[in-house]
């Protein structure tokens, strides 16, 4: 199918510091998962550009940007977002290029949601409003509390892989939006969609330094220099657990402010008065959308007994049917990022025969030939039959994969789906609206989604408990985030 080619070809993405793009240096190469080929080499920002980095962000905190009038500063957001629709095709090939995911994914949720994460935040800016208290004083004349929101200051953006340019925007749309700058670091497998941002940026005349972006990998490497440098005020990440901790101890040595989304090992609940096919339909997309790479996707899946042979049976047929390969000639799944997380996804699949699991359907690599067999590439797969403290039932795979089990009671299958260290999203199905609120209410996470799964509005908070995160993004609450409050108080 014809489609616009990947912008970036055969050439070396640039960072983008203090509004210059800089291709200097070493690079590292960025690779296809569809293929297993280099399709372009990547700048790897080194410490000093990290630094400058840095320092364009806190120069430009007094310059042009921290004078700017809010309506500017929205309208702004506005154009940034309108360009990002003008280069759609371009978004799109880059992100595909990137991660293999499915066009459909690309073009009907990760790229429209760049967009409209700039929209969202710009109305919420617009429309916020602050707080006032009339105080009582001894002489009886009073005094009046107002708080104000001032920036935080140099925000600094981690993201990953999944869903590179929605969770890029989703923390980069507020934290402009609240008058902060930023110095952002995309995954290393993802660095495209981030340097089109740039090129978007640039275009659009946002004032040097106030959005930087640097390439590179984590642990020694650019992350961690980022988020270990003294003269960043703020950290938000999306990512890995365990990242997570080793950002929280850098952020630790400054007492700086975090917003962490990390890893989930979520519940799906099939009562057994669910609408049949809409369960069967939901399932299929919290499980293997962008092949089960989200964190927010059920890797977990109880279902009533009275119902459980038949929705294994059926949930199998479907996922045997998903066609696996080229994202441009229709497939519905792509690869997984990398070979490397392909290793991880298939050590799972291993330890699930290992753990004594029955697998119903996939458990290994597909037969692809030409270039998909230099691919990424795993089969859906779906688990039965493992105790509640195997591994596979207890860790996040990241991969097209879940494991289904029966349950028998309302108070069990609420036990079982707290019974994890994560504590991100839930998904419930029933026809029994106080069933619904009862359960929901119940759950240990953050999201809990009823008959629907990823349903987005992006005015809600979002993020996890427990090992899942801290904090919550959406709406308001990023605006708490990214903003440093500050109250005055007169004496009347
Ligand atoms: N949202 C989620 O829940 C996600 C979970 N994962 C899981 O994490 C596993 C590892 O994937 P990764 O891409 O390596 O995720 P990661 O959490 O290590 O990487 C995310 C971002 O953090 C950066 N980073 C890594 N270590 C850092 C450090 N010490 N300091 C500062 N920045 C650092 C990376 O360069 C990347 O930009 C995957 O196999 C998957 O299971 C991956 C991506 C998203
Ligand atoms: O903000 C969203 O809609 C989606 C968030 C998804 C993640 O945070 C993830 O997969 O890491």
């Not at 939901?282 to 089960?292: E, I, L």
């Not at 009533?304 to 799944?333: C, H, N, Q, S």
């Not at 230099?374 to 039959?385: A, N, R, Y």
């Not at 996040?396 to 309302?410: K, M, N, Q, R, T």
Request: aromatic share 8%.
């Amino acid at each position: 199918m014809p489609h616009t080619p990947y912008p970036f070809a055969d050439r070396t993405l640039p960072n983008y510091v203090d509004g210059a793009f800089v291709a200097a240096g070493d690079t590292f190469p960025l690779i296809d998962p569809v293929t297993g080929r280099k399709i372009a080499g990547v700048a790897a920002a080194d410490r000093a550009l990290v630094d400058a980095a840095v320092a364009a962000a806190r120069r430009a905190l007094t310059g042009p940007w921290g004078r700017m009038a809010l309506a500017d500063r929205v309208a702004l957001l506005g154009r940034i977002a309108d360009a990002i629709e003008a280069r759609f095709d371009d978004f799109v090939a880059a992100e595909i290029a990137d991660t293999g995911k499915s066009l459909l994914q690309a073009t009907r949720v990760d790229i429209p949601r760049g967009a409209a994460n700039f929209r969202a935040f710009a109305a919420l800016a617009q429309a916020r409003s602050t707080q006032c208290f009339e105080s009582d004083t001894p002489d009886g004349l009073g005094a009046i509390n107002y708080s104000i929101a001032k920036p935080l200051g140099v925000v600094a953006v981690v993201s990953p892989w999944n869903l590179p340019l929605l969770l890029l925007t989703w923390k980069v749309a507020p934290a402009l939006s609240c008058g902060n700058t930023i110095v952002a670091k995309p995954s290393e497998e993802t660095p495209s969609t981030a340097t089109l941002l740039a090129e978007v940026m640039h275009e659009v005349g946002v004032p040097e330094g106030v959005f930087n972006l640097i390439h590179g990998f984590g642990a020694g490497s650019a992350g961690e220099w980022l988020v270990s440098h003294a003269d960043v005020d703020a950290i938000t990440f999306t990512g890995e657990s365990a990242t997570g901790t080793a950002i929280m101890r850098a952020a630790a040595e400054g007492v700086k402010p975090i917003s962490f989304e990390l890893g989930g090992k979520n519940a799906a609940i099939i009562f057994e008065d669910a609408d049949f096919e809409a369960a069967i339909a939901g399932t299929m997309r919290s499980v293997f959308s962008n092949c089960g790479q989200v964190c927010l996707c059920s890797e977990r899946v109880y279902v009533a007994r009275p119902i459980f042979d038949r929705f294994v049976a059926e949930l199998a047929t479907r996922a045997r049917a998903l066609k696996l390969g080229d994202p441009y000639a229709g497939a519905d799944m792509g690869p997984l990022i990398s070979a490397a997380h392909r290793e991880k996804v298939l050590g799972y699949y291993r330890l699930a025969v290992e753990e004594g699991a029955t697998i119903v359907t996939g458990g290994g690599v597909p037969d692809l030939v030409g270039d998909l067999a230099g691919g990424s590439f795993v089969e859906p797969t779906i688990l039965t039959g493992l105790a509640d403290d195997a591994r596979c039932v207890r860790e996040e795979i990241f991969g097209p994969v879940c494991h289904i089990a029966p349950f028998d009671s309302e108070e069990e299958v609420i036990a079982r789906a707290n019974d994890t260290r994560y504590g991100l999203a839930a998904a419930l199905w029933t026809s029994d609206v106080k069933r619904a609120h009862r359960v929901a209410r119940q759950m240990d996470v953050g999201i809990v989604w009823v008959n629907e799964w990823f349903l987005r509005d992006l005015r809600t908070p979002f993020g996890g408990t427990k090992l899942s995160g801290i904090g919550r993004e959406g709406g308001e609450h990023s605006l708490a985030f990214y903003s440093e409050p500050m109250n005055i108080c007169i004496k009347l």
